[in-house]
Structures are given as C-alpha cells and as structure tokens.
C-alpha cells in the first residue's frame, strides 16, 4: 500500500473536494469526459445491482459510504432495497436526498448509525478518500450483520495503465486520494477485522475512463483514441497478470 504524504486534513482536505470539475459530486455532462463518466456509471450501475442481489439476503438493508448524486441508491431503492447513504458533500447529498427519499446524511452520522444493523456495505472508489483507515475498516466490521457482505472498490497502482502514466496515472488524485491499494495490502488491512476476501473482480470500464483523464493530465488534451488504446492494453495485459486497473473486492466475516 502506498501513503500520500503529506495528507491534507480536515477543512484543507475537504477544499479540493469543492470544484466544478469533481464529476462525482454533479450530474452535468458538458464535456466528452463528463459524458464519458456517465455513459460508463449507466453501464455499473447494472452491474453494481447485479451484485449485489446475487447476496443471501432476505431483509435487503444497505449501506453506501461516499454515494456522490445518490445513483446507485436510487437503483437500489427501485429494486426493493431499504437504503441508507453518507456523502460529505453538501450540495451533492441534496442531489443524492432528491433521488431517495431523504436517506443520504453527512459523514458525521456515519458515527451515529448503529451497530449490526446493515447486510451489504458498499464503497465504490470511496476507500482510498477515508483519512484513520484503520478506524473506519473497524468502524465497517461492526456495521455489518454477523453475516453481511463488505463491498469495496478501489483503483490498482500495479495496473499496467498506472505503469504506463506514472505521475500521471488519473487515479492516484493526489492528493484526494490518501492511499492507493495493491490486492495484497487490501486482503492484509481487512484480515486485522478477522474478515475474508470471497471474492473479487475487474472494473474493465474503469481503464478506459482512467486513461481518458490520465491523457488529459500528461498532454493537456484528452487524446481518445490513444486513451481507448492504452486502456485496451491495460485490459488484456490484466487478462494474464490479473493487475487490471480497479478492483471490486468483496468481502465477509471469516467465520461466516
């Protein structure tokens, strides 16, 4: 696992958070990139659903730390699931309670939620934002039924893309981004919660998108075609070395 060092705190952190250009925090589409972003969320959304209905679960209660605009609760919610979010961000969370029925609160109720009372928790991108990792991974244990499922998302530094990028690669988003995960340092941070990785998978989309906005950052210019063609590569390289560039990790009580 990699540090960013030094980490911004509190209200430092929270002012490179409040930009225009922060595409998960608004539903606009005034560019290529934005317009790629949403394109490719119609697709997870799908997926993330899929997902998360192949769980054994009767009661159907979740959970979504970091939810942005709310559109992957909203999903949930048309799909019979009772829904709970927390998203930092004022003017994105009353976007996200416009699609929700008021179910989208600030971070600071994430303490306040009680104990047990969730059976699937999900973290798209979210993990690599969170400052004391290692109180909110205990924090995440102990919101979960004894036998709910932990869903975390989070880009891959040994992708072949970030290889390719470098300083460059989008998704290190220093300094937004506090750590950046390996599927090594991911099973290791979670085993001190006593909880098993069961599963995980590619986000093959993401490499595109990453590459998109890695183009822009190196060059100035978003460059699509040498985007697609280096996150292509990514993808196939990835079918061999399985280092694609994010990773969807699920994960249970190691007893369960």
Known sequence: ????????????????????????????????????????????????????????????????????TGDFLQTALNNNWKVTGIEPNESARQIANSKTNNS?????????????????????????????????????????????????AVPNYKSYDAEYYKNFWAAYDVPRHLWHFSKNSISKLFSKEHMALVKLLPMKFDAYYVCLLSEKYKSGVMNPIKAFWIGWQSNRKANRSKEYSSHIYVLKNANS
């Not at 225009?20 to 972003?37: G, W």
């Not at 697709?43 to 970091?66: A, C, H, M, P, W």
């Not at 999900?122 to 499922?149: D, F």
């Open 1 to 68: 696992m990699l540090e960013t060092y030094p980490q911004p705190e509190g209200e430092k952190l929270s002012e490179y958070y409040k930009s225009e250009d922060y595409i998960s925090h608004t539903d606009t589409k005034r560019n290529l990139l934005e317009f790629a972003y949403h394109k490719v969320r119609e697709i997870s959304l799908k997926r993330k659903l899929k997902l998360i209905n192949s769980f054994q679960s009767e009661t159907k209660v979740l959970l979504d730390i970091g939810c942005g």
């Open 104 to 152: 989208v609160f600030s971070t600071e109720e994430l303490l306040k939620l009680k104990p047990q009372s969730f059976d699937v928790i999900t973290l798209w991108h979210v993990l690599e934002h969170l400052p004391n990792l290692e109180m909110h991974t205990a924090l995440l244990k102990s919101l979960l039924k004894p036998n709910g499922t932990l869903v975390i």
